[in-house]
């Protein structure tokens, strides 16, 4: 059994840390570089930085936010968010990322994760994929776009194994019927994703409770277990998931 991680998903708007439902109705939930710090300490395995305008507002990643937020913490910091070509990688990596994740730039060009694969390494190129119910689709799941305004009308499931097939070495796949709903993740969804790829899967979306998190893992094959709500406004703790998952008979580190 693989140790299973947890990572605070840090959703920025306007230099703040940000948190909605449904990608709407967006509450402050803090500053990002006092967030880093505490969930570092509480003992978060990794971390992620959501840039949840640039795609809508047609502008990159703030590289500012980045740097800041990179200087407080040692675990790893996945930054996502208007990230268009290798250029912009490289700029990202620069301030101090240890991986990108791809979303819109990765569905118009995918031979843009093909090159950062080959480019940066694998490991380094993280793609997320946000999709909804479609009953139209193979797999029951469209794949959208641009911050989850925007249907594509390709099945997100076969998405999946074509970005593991391009070099992705992480898959964050996001319900946009779940997100921020606290009803826990897609289960569905994930599954689905996880059954197609080799590569780690990151359950997103919707956590609200402890019981969600173990059932990311073993009803949705989930590896890590990203959450934003429950951490921001300290529902939870990330040591008392830790200890809860541990208690149910899953390795993850106090």
């Not at 959703?11 to 703040?16: A, E, L, Q, S, V």
């Not at 319900?175 to 080799?198: H, I, N």
């Not at 409770?209 to 709500?229: M, N, P, R």
Request: hydrophobic share 45%.
């Amino acid at each position: 059994m693989s140790i299973i991680k947890i990572m605070p998903c840090l959703d920025m708007k306007n230099g703040r840390v940000v948190k909605g439902v449904h990608f709407v109705d967006i509450k402050d939930a803090g500053d990002p570089v006092q967030n880093a710090a505490f969930y570092q300490q509480e003992g978060a395995d990794e971390l992620a930085m959501l840039d949840i305008a640039a795609t809508l507002e047609n502008r990159k990643t703030r590289l500012e936010w980045v740097r800041q937020v990179a200087a407080v913490i040692d675990i790893p910091l996945t930054v996502s968010g208007g990230i268009n070509s290798l250029e912009d990688i490289e700029m990202v990596l620069a301030a101090g990322a240890d991986n990108v994740s791809m979303n819109s730039a990765a569905v118009g060009n995918p031979d843009l994760v093909r090159q950062a694969a080959q480019k940066f390494g694998s490991d380094k190129i993280t793609v997320a994929i946000d999709a909804r119910r479609n009953a139209g689709m193979p797999s029951g799941f469209e794949l959208v776009v641009s911050g989850g305004t925007k249907p594509v009308g390709k099945d997100a499931i076969a998405w999946a194994g074509q970005c593991q097939e391009l070099g992705a070495g992480v898959i964050l796949p996001t319900s946009m019927d779940g997100d921020g709903t606290l009803a826990g993740y897609d289960l569905p969804f994930t599954r689905a994703v996880a059954d197609v790829v080799k590569v780690p899967v990151v359950a997103s979306g919707g956590a609200g409770t402890l019981e969600h998190f173990y059932e990311g893992v073993v009803k949705g094959g989930a590896g890590i277990l990203l959450a934003a709500s429950v951490f921001h406004f300290r529902t939870f703790s990330i040591r008392q998931v830790k200890t809860y998952l541990r208690e149910k008979g899953l390795k993850v580190v106090l």
